[in-house]
C-alpha cells in the first residue's frame, strides 16, 4: 500500500480507540473532581456503561463477557502493579 493510501479499515480502528481514549479520559477528570466522594464514581460509571450497552442491543451475554474477558486480560498489561507506576 503506498504511503498516500489509507485503509478505511484502520480509520474504524483509529476513531474506535480515539472514543475509548477519550471516555477514559472523561472517566478520570470527573473521578477527580467528583462532589460527592461517598459514591463509588467508578462503579456507577461501569453500571450505567453495561446499561447502555443493552440498550444498544449488546445481549447480556456478551456483555458479561466482554467485561470478565477485559478483567482476566489487565494483569498481563498492569504486570502486576495495583495502580500506574
Given amino acids: ?3 498516500d493510501e ?3 479499515q484502520d480509520a ?3 476513531k ?3 472514543a475509548v481514549h477519550d471516555y477514559s ?3 478520570r477528570d470527573h473521578h477527580e473532581t ?4 461517598d459514591r463509588p464514581f467508578l462503579s456507577q460509571s461501569m453500571i450505567y456503561l453495561m446499561t447502555e450497552l ?5 445481549s447480556l451475554s456478551e ?3 466482554a467485561f470478565a474477558e477485559a478483567l482476566a486480560e489487565l494483569p498481563h498489561y498492569t504486570q502486576g502493579h495495583e495502580s500506574r507506576p
Fill in 16 to 18: 474506535w480507540l480515539a
Fill in 6 to 8: 489509507y485503509d478505511p
Fill in 63 to 65: 456483555i458479561r463477557a
Fill in 34 to 37: 467528583n462532589p460527592w466522594p
Fill in 1 to 3: 500500500m503506498a504511503q
Fill in 12 to 14: 474504524w480502528t483509529d
Fill in 25 to 27: 479520559n472523561f472517566l
Fill in 54 to 58: 443493552w440498550d444498544r442491543e449488546f
